[in-house]
């Protein structure tokens, strides 16, 4: 078992009123290595809050979250921190690519804090391998302001997983891009999800985009129900 969620709970005060909204309401789930799995919702619903949990940049309220064995509650900031950059790869809506570098440099941002010149070096051979792999070698050195949001998305996607890590977390990765880049980017993310053996987490609204993934999960009044 790699990722383990158990009764998580997540609560915010409501902008309208006093009351409170209570976000995520006893959600427990398991992911097994390599699984990729797709949670399904409206807008609101608490998807990206879900996701967030998962990847540490939230806490929960309550509950526990047991990753490859560890309670990730037990840990410092400063191991979350290293738990996010070593074994956590995020890919978000936007592609949040720095415009000033150019793709390989864009791809090896997530190496920054290794010190060790051997791993940095087996880091850029696994950029360009990437690179290769979703056919952008022509565009290794270009600036983002020169590809279409569906070769920048592409470049967030491998970007995500140049640290090799064991969990992709993809929060409504495709909200962007029109059909056919959209359709492109699942495609890419459950070749990656299977050549690499990375646990795969899509959140999305569309039935469409969810359907690739193993499982499915709808998120509604708080609980993960499986479809």
Excluded at 10 to 25: E, F, G, M, T, W
Excluded at 113 to 134: F, M, T, Y
């Amino acid at each position: 078992m790699l990722l383990k969620l158990i009764d998580i709970h997540k609560a915010y005060p409501s902008v309208q009123s006093d009351n409170i909204r209570h976000v995520l309401n006893g959600v427990s789930l398991d992911i097994e290595s390599g699984e990729s799995i797709a949670i399904l919702g409206p807008s609101g619903s608490g998807k990206s809050t879900l996701l967030n949990i998962i990847g540490t940049l939230d806490k929960s309220d309550s509950g526990e979250i047991i990753f490859d064995g560890n309670k990730l509650e037990n840990y410092s900031e400063k191991q979350l921190s290293r738990f996010r950059n070593q074994h956590v790869g995020f890919v978000f809506q936007s592609h949040h690519l720095l415009p000033q570098c150019s793709v390989i440099e864009n791809v090896l941002v997530p190496t920054l804090p290794l010190k060790d010149p051997k791993l940095k070096k087996d880091c850029h051979s696994r950029a360009l391998e990437l690179i290769g792999a979703v056919g952008l070698v022509e565009q290794k050195d270009n600036l983002p302001g020169t590809l279409s949001g569906g070769e920048c998305q592409r470049v967030a996607v491998i970007r995500a997983l140049i640290n090799k890590p064991k969990l992709l977390l993809a929060d409504e990765p495709t909200g962007s891009l029109d059909r056919q880049n959209a359709l492109t980017i699942i495609s890419l993310l459950k070749q990656l999800n299977t050549e690499y053996n990375t646990s795969l987490i899509l959140v999305t609204h569309s039935h469409e985009i969810g359907s690739g993934m193993e499982k499915k999960y709808e998120l509604k009044d708080g609980q993960l129900i499986q479809i």
